[in-house]
């Protein structure tokens, strides 16, 4: 079973509002990470139907390959994901379960860039971020990650 590593966690409770990086996050199954707009339900895409908004993920590979390509320096703070994984190839995921220590996800669809994002950072993320942009996953299992979780698939 391959291995990457869970780097670091952000979240906000409101929409539109800065994320910050916290020491861990509780996974509610069904709901998303204790604390976030989208466990809350008040994040800006939670009532559009379907699922995949309990969490997000993103690569510190694509982020760097971003920064690299367009010079842009944008934090992995900023893409507005809740983990920033390495080591991880998250486009593989889609409809698949993994773990993120204890906690079961699975993979739902790949999180593309959206104006939004764009317009709190840069447009260049736009096309910059497309097929690279991370992973909506649902909560299948509670429990605690902490960044150096090892992620396993």
Request: charged fraction near 20%.
């Amino acid at each position: 079973m391959p291995i990457g590593k869970l780097v670091a966690i952000y979240m906000t409770a409101e929409t539109g509002q800065p994320m910050v990086e916290v020491p861990q996050g509780q996974a509610i199954p069904g709901t998303g990470l204790e604390g976030d707009r989208y466990a809350s339900g008040t994040g800006l895409y939670s009532n559009t139907p379907g699922t995949g908004r309990q969490v997000t993920l993103i690569e510190t590979e694509a982020l760097e390959a971003l920064n690299q390509e367009e010079n842009l320096g944008l934090e992995a703070i900023q893409t507005r994901r809740n983990l920033l994984t390495q080591g991880v190839p998250l486009n593989h995921l889609v409809e698949k379960e993994f773990r993120v220590g204890a906690v079961l996800l699975r993979g739902v669809r790949l999180c593309e860039p959206c104006d939004y994002l764009a317009g709190l950072t840069q447009p260049e993320v736009l096309p910059g971020l497309v097929h690279r942009g991370g992973l909506r996953a649902d909560i299948l299992s509670s429990g605690v990650v902490r960044p150096g979780d090892e992620i396993e698939w």
